[in-house]
């Protein structure tokens, strides 16, 4: 009677009227479905990989360049140390976290899972700069101890980094696992007679364990991905990213074009091959990983299970989050009110040529966020479908690993095997080659989330509507999308922050200054000694204000509709 009485609700206009009707028709739906799936492997899939393939050539041309190809070696492997380091980190930090803000029954939980999206929410080219001030600034902590410099830039710095922008998606993954799971082996192991930790080692984290290999790998995706922020504090230290990224900005003199092309093919095809195979073999082997010791050690797991250990253990995963993640991310803040009571930069904010750029950068990179969100919500969502109700049998499964390759290959290898694909059609506009990149970048983050909400609701709530009469545009409209519209609207801002941070794959692209997004010009400015720091400070500052507050405003939304 419910679903007889949603399906009947409200009265329709004549337009979703006819889209009900064409709904019903096999044509239309194989049309709809088609065409998401064109769009897929012509603009998602298919340029990148021929980009490579077709520019493979180049790559012997670097072959007699032995101190190039050592320097392109070593990069390529920091990447991937720098990402398993970072990714433990992480795991390690956040977990604590995560049980305390579903555990705890303290208000402050409350707060502190609303701090946790604040790196995530920055843009970066802002966050790095940001964290470059607190650690290695006179101006931020290390004037405390009077030294220059606290943490110089360089690996230690890029690990700091790494590990403050991968944090948030720790956390949001296993605060969302602990609320799923129920407690009722845990509380049975303890009426038996089991301490706490006992109970949460030998049950709980096995039980957990799906969950903590996802957020491992999405933070292992984060950390190979990021690209403009590692720039601004990498110093002299190179992984992949930053020595493409720096490859990019060498003049033909001090490289001739063909070992260019070769060395930006050769690094990004061992990026994308490697980091799909270490995906493929995290996934296969974790899950037959059986953790932890099943040895009971009574006395030292009572004293761990204590009051007195459990608020120790509290007070340093919040410190952690307080002193390493948050106050870094938001330091960046009082340089910029700095510069605004100071004057220094407010005379020309608005009249200047080099903020002319900002602004111009700053509507393009909007621009962009706002329509790759568009395209894929257009695209991805008849693709999530396909895959979560398996419309295409076998097919669908081999979709839905497919699907997530762009995740998995960092954002700058990405760009630039996109670059190297769209180079050959000169006409296009440098502006849509921008959105075509920002869109592949992102298509996973709409579809995965998508495809997870749709596969929550019971096939049978379809079939049953199907059997009293409902058109297909009438059920989703009437049953999927009300039970998934936070998913939509949740969706939707992971993929308009990501494309609102990306730098690698906007400067792979960007042939045109005029077009660059408004991270590439940060990183431009931050590197430039001529700019002078307030003008840095207030540039990076006005982005993370006002990304944070659109942001804010979308998270807002999306807890009123949930």
Do not use: C
């Not at 980009?51 to 012997?60: A, H, M, P, V």
């Not at 490697?274 to 059986?290: C, D, H, N, T």
């Not at 991805?380 to 049998?393: E, Y």
């Not at 019971?458 to 059920?475: C, N, R, W």
């Amino acid at each position: 009677m419910v679903l007889e009485g949603r399906l009947k609700a409200g009265k329709s206009s004549p337009l979703v009227k006819k889209l009900d009707e064409l709904s019903s028709k096999g044509s239309v739906k194989l049309f709809t479905y088609t065409l998401s799936l064109i769009f897929f492997f012509t603009f998602i899939l298919l340029p990148p990989l021929v980009g490579i393939i077709e520019n493979f050539g180049y790559i012997y041309e670097v072959m007699h360049e032995p101190l190039l190809m050592s320097r392109a070696n070593n990069a390529i492997l920091q990447s991937f140390i720098t990402a398993f380091i970072v990714s433990a980190l992480d795991l390690a930090a956040a977990l604590p976290l995560a049980w305390f803000i579903v555990r705890s029954r303290s208000r402050a939980a409350h707060f502190i899972d609303t701090l946790v999206d604040i790196p995530f929410l920055m843009p970066t080219a802002a966050l790095g700069y940001s964290l470059f001030l607190f650690w290695s600034s006179s101006g931020g902590l290390p004037s405390l101890f009077g030294v220059d410099s606290l943490v110089p830039p360089g690996f230690p710095l890029v690990l700091l980094l790494h590990f403050v922008f991968s944090y948030p998606v720790i956390v949001r993954v296993m605060v969302g696992e602990l609320l799923n799971y129920r407690e009722v082996y845990e509380v049975a192991a303890r009426t038996l007679g089991a301490r706490p930790l006992t109970a949460v080692r030998t049950i709980t984290l096995p039980l957990l364990k799906p969950g903590i290999i996802v957020s491992y790998l999405l933070a292992f995706a984060r950390s190979l991905s990021e690209t403009g922020a590692t720039v601004m504090v990498a110093g002299s230290w190179e992984n992949g990213p930053v020595f493409l990224f720096r490859l990019m900005e060498m003049s033909e003199r001090e490289i001739s074009s063909d070992v260019k092309n070769g060395m930006l093919v050769y690094v990004s095809l061992m990026l994308i091959l490697v980091s799909i195979v270490i995906f493929f073999l995290i996934s296969l082997l974790a899950p037959k990983i059986r953790f932890p010791i099943k040895r009971v050690f009574p006395s030292l797991e009572r004293r761990l299970s204590s009051p007195k250990a459990v608020r120790f253990r509290n007070t340093s995963s919040l410190l952690i989050f307080l002193l390493i993640v948050i106050l870094p991310s938001i330091f960046l803040v009082f340089p910029m009110f700095k510069a605004i009571i100071s004057g220094s930069s407010n005379p020309t904010i608005f009249s200047s040529s080099s903020w002319g750029d900002y602004w111009r950068s700053m509507i393009i990179s909007y621009m962009i966020g706002s329509l790759a969100t568009l395209l894929n919500i257009i695209f991805g969502l008849p693709m999530a479908i396909i895959i979560a109700r398996r419309k295409m049998g076998v097919v669908s499964s081999i979709l839905r690993a497919i699907v997530n390759i762009p995740i998995i290959v960092p954002s700058i290898a990405l760009g630039i095997s996109l670059r190297l694909f769209w180079e050959k059609y000169a006409s296009l506009h440098d502006f849509w080659v921008l959105l075509l990149s920002h869109t592949t970048i992102t298509y996973t983050y709409f579809v995965a989330s998508m495809a997870a909400a749709i596969e929550s609701i019971p096939q049978e709530i379809e079939d049953v509507a199907s059997t009293l009469g409902a058109k297909p545009f009438t059920v989703f409209r009437r049953i999927i999308f009300p039970l998934t519209k936070y998913s939509v609207l949740s969706g939707a801002i992971l993929v308009f922050t990501r494309a609102l941070g990306e730098t690698g794959a906007a400067k792979a692209v960007a042939r045109s200054r005029e077009f660059w997004t408004l991270p590439i010009l940060l990183v431009s400015w931050i590197k430039d000694v001529e700019v002078a720091d307030a003008q840095k400070a207030l540039g990076a500052g006005l982005y993370m204000i006002s990304s944070f507050i659109i942001l804010l405003a979308l998270r807002l939304v999306e807890r009123r509709r949930r």
